[in-house]
């Protein structure tokens, strides 16, 4: 029986950046349907692409209505 690997971790596959209303950032395997609620913002790339687009652009990982009242 061989192990199924993660897709979330499969350096081989491209990746897309998705963003919800909250303004939070996901990592998403771009042969999976994009989820309600969520839209493509960067991608397909490779995931080190994605994480690294998601590190420059996801400076307050609270979500949007917390950084509005704070």
Same mark, same amino acid.
């Given at each position: 029986? +061989?192990?199924?690997?993660?897709?979330?971790?499969?350096? %081989?596959?491209?990746?897309?950046?998705?963003?919800?209303?909250?303004?939070?950032? %996901?990592?998403? @395997?771009?042969?999976?349907?994009? @989820?309600?609620?969520?839209?493509?913002?960067?991608? @397909?790339?490779?995931?080190?692409?994605?994480? %690294?687009?998601?590190?420059?652009?996801?400076?307050?990982?609270? @979500?949007? =209505?917390?950084? +509005?009242? =704070?």
């Amino acid at each position: 029986m +061989t192990e199924q690997q993660n897709p979330f971790d499969d350096e %081989s596959l491209d990746f897309l950046v998705l963003l919800n209303a909250r303004q939070q950032y %996901s990592l998403w @395997p771009a042969f999976s349907d994009v @989820p309600a609620g969520w839209q493509s913002v960067a991608g @397909p790339q490779t995931r080190a692409e994605c994480i %690294s687009y998601i590190e420059e652009n996801w400076q307050d990982m609270r @979500p949007a =209505g917390l950084k +509005t009242a =704070g």
